[in-house]
């Protein structure tokens, strides 16, 4: 199994930065894409930052320019650096994983964090 770890969320004031880390661990043969998603109340899953499996990186326009993303792959860490923060961006933040899990069987299935709540004041 693999498990992804999230870390960073809180309260900040429009116009603050917040800082997200997630961490992958268990039965990694490789990682094929990482990245974050939020869910506001109400609203469906969304695309925040991902790394695509050429290691590109892809931004809604919602938040290119505010938010980078980066990732560490000898640690299996990926993080979220979020600057100009509006109240629109307050969600829970969840980390994403495409991981292969066998070397002998090519197959990558999709993994989650447990998720992290991002609140903008105005």
């Known amino acids: 199994q693999v498990q992804l770890v999230e870390s960073g969320g809180g309260l900040v004031q429009a116009g603050g930065s917040l800082r997200l880390s997630c961490a992958a661990s268990g039965s990694i043969f490789s990682i094929n894409g990482m990245g974050w998603y939020r869910q506001a109340p109400g609203k469906q899953r969304e695309l925040v930052a991902r790394?695509?499996?050429?290691?590109?990186?892809d931004y809604p326009d919602s938040v290119k320019g505010r938010f980078t993303i980066s990732r560490d792959n000898a640690k299996n860490t990926v993080a979220l650096q979020m600057n100009s923060l509006k109240p629109e961006d307050t969600a829970v933040y969840y980390c994403?994983?495409?991981?292969?899990?066998?070397?002998?069987?090519?197959?990558?299935?999709?993994?989650w964090g447990q998720g992290t709540q991002v609140t903008v004041s105005s």
């Open positions: 994403n994983a495409v991981v292969r899990i066998s070397g002998s069987v090519n197959i990558n299935s999709n993994y």
């Open positions: 790394f695509r499996s050429d290691g590109s990186a």
